[in-house]
């Protein structure tokens, strides 16, 4: 019997490889398909077309083993993945030359990918490649580096850089330079972009990218030009409206995972024995705190201490804490209710 069990174990094996090197080759398929609709300048996405493909695999699992709804939901991850290698093939051309500051780092070199995809000609300058003088013929120089070392950058560039050359910086707090952003805007193509995605993004496709206005239109409208790929989502705001925003959107996402494990840490209970028993939403929350736990620690924390609505943040935090623990640990559950009850009226209103 256990012969058997082993062998069976073996077949699945066999049969998962086989799976898996299907959907590598639809994935090629796809990437094919992507290419011509490129050369036609046919849209990357189709809702008929995909619909009909969900319609066939549930058709295909049909009085079969499978359930459909299975079959359904593997047939969406890949169209996902299809749309996502479809999305990353450049549709435009940018024949310039882009010098990254801080290119060795994981954006860095995501940025000098996206670039190089796009024809462009990518120059890196970071702590152990190049100086600030090879930023002096380049088109468009991008400023990526830990937040507390931008504003010094941003004045490397500003002393060596041609007049007419865009410069912007892509860092997830504005604060401590934005005067420094805003003077330069003054004079100088200078803005200040934030990608709200990571480096193992494929594609533009979904993703969020703010463009800051620091005072210099043109700049705005160039930097929002690079990143106007098709699925791409651009935001265009103020650099003092940008940090309003990502104290909650970032700071306090970030905090409320870290306050979530950080209790659980501190309760004494085994997470082991906590994950036996997990409900569907304290694994929902899981599935957001655990990524937080082994993230960039010296990054987030500036994320935190240097965005100067953080304090702000942390008064509403304290606020909205003490509110729901009164209503949770209230005789009566009128106020919790109505805790709820305006919640669901938040995001109806959106």
Known sequence: MTKDLEQLRKDIEKIDREIVELMIRRNDAAKEIGVLKNELGIAVRNKDVEKKVIERYRRMAENTSLPQDVSESVCRLLIESS?????AIPKKRCEKKVTIVGGTGGMGRWLQRYFTGLGAEV????????????????DIVIISVPISSVGSKLKEADAVCRKDALIFDISSVKSPFADILKGMAERRKVCSVHHMFGPSAVSMLGRNVV?????????VSEAAELFDSEGSNLIFTSIERHDELTAYVLAFAHASNIVFFTALRESGIPF?????ISSSTFRKCLSACIPVSEENAPLYHEIQHLNENAEEMWDVFEKALKEVMGASLSHTPEMFIELMEKGKEYFRKG
């Open 83 to 87: 749309v996502e290698l479809q999305s």
């Open 123 to 138: 120059n890196i300058v970071s702590r152990s490649v190049g100086c600030a003088d090879d930023m002096k013929d380049s």
């Open 211 to 219: 463009v800051c206005d620091c005072g210099c239109k043109e700049a």
């Open 272 to 276: 082991n024995e906590l994950e036996k």
